[in-house]
């Protein structure tokens, strides 16, 4: 009997546990190719150990505190293998865009950009997966949950 | 690499094309013409200021973060609403917007300020 293989996945799923982030080993490749990718992007970027850290804890660390912070607005987020820019796309649990809400995702990159990051961050409403690939490959991006409930297996 | 005024006139007509599209039958070319009419305010900025040219949207949006946050907030919503006009379907972007809301939240609040910000700079 031939073992059924799972459908291999396009995206390197993240998720946070008491703040910490979490990658699993099939998604660990793909994960360190991104941060490398990203931090390549930033302004005074380093060594590739600190390019890691750097990438954790001033990007996806703060990013995620966000996303839970605005967890009734936001589904989830996702980060294309960057080239010389980080773009990040927010996408929203409403089918309406949100211009009171595309507010914070504009403080959100200023605060970025303000410490060197060179990135832009948008809002997709309620984007499914047909309509994300209209913007981004999703070979290789990372995904993120805003709630680790939510995140599908 | 155009001059500040070659992009002050091209702001200028395309502002011009803006008044004259019905945001009821054609709301996503007015929030697209909005947008290209910010990308040539903001390189009008860069011109005139000697910093050349930029080499694309994300170069531009970067040179707005650092260079002139105070009209970041409004060129990134343009930026964002006219990306889903162009990129996305017709239903989806009719799903997303409402026709009456765009002359107030994508023009009125976000390009005017644009303009007023780049009139005064280039002549402050």
Not at chain 1, 3 to 14: E, F, I, M, Q, V
Not at chain 1, 52 to 63: A, D, G, N, S, Y
Not at chain 1, 103 to 109: I, N, S, Y
Not at chain 2, 47 to 61: E, F, K, Q, V
Request: proline share 5%; hydrophobic share 40%.
């Amino acid at each position: 009997m031939v073992k059924p293989t799972a459908a291999p996945r396009k995206y390197a799923r993240l998720s946070f546990t008491d703040g910490e982030i979490v990658v699993s080993p099939r998604d660990r490749d793909i994960f360190l190719i991104n941060a490398e990718k990203a931090t390549e992007a930033c302004q005074n970027a380093g060594q590739m150990d600190r390019r890691i850290e750097r990438f954790e804890t001033e990007l996806l660390t703060p990013r995620h505190k966000w996303c839970r912070a605005n967890a009734t607005l936001v589904k989830a987020r996702y980060i294309p293998v960057p080239r010389s820019h980080i773009q990040v796309f927010v996408v929203t649990n409403s089918r309406r865009f949100d211009f009171d809400f595309a507010e914070k995702v504009a403080a959100l990159e200023l605060q970025f950009a303000s410490t060197g990051w060179r990135i832009g961050v948008s809002q997709l409403p309620d984007a499914d997966e047909g309509s994300l690939a209209t913007f981004f490959n999703p070979e290789g991006a990372l995904e993120v949950y805003a709630e680790s409930g939510s995140t599908p297996d | 690499m155009p001059r500040a005024d070659q992009h002050r006139i091209k702001a200028e007509r395309n502002r011009l094309f803006l008044s004259t599209i019905s945001v009821n039958n054609h709301p996503d070319w007015v929030v697209v013409v909005a947008f290209y009419t910010a990308v040539h305010l903001a390189e009008r900025l860069r011109a005139a200021a000697g910093h050349g040219d930029s080499t694309g949207h994300d170069d531009r949006l970067t040179y707005i973060q650092l260079e002139h946050p105070d009209i970041h907030t409004h060129y990134h919503i343009v930026q964002n609403v006219s990306m889903l006009a162009r990129y996305q379907s017709n239903s989806d972007f009719f799903n997303q917007f409402q026709c009456a809301e765009i002359p107030d939240r994508s023009i009125a609040q976000r390009l005017d300020p644009i303009e007023e910000y780049v009139t005064k700079w280039i002549t402050r």
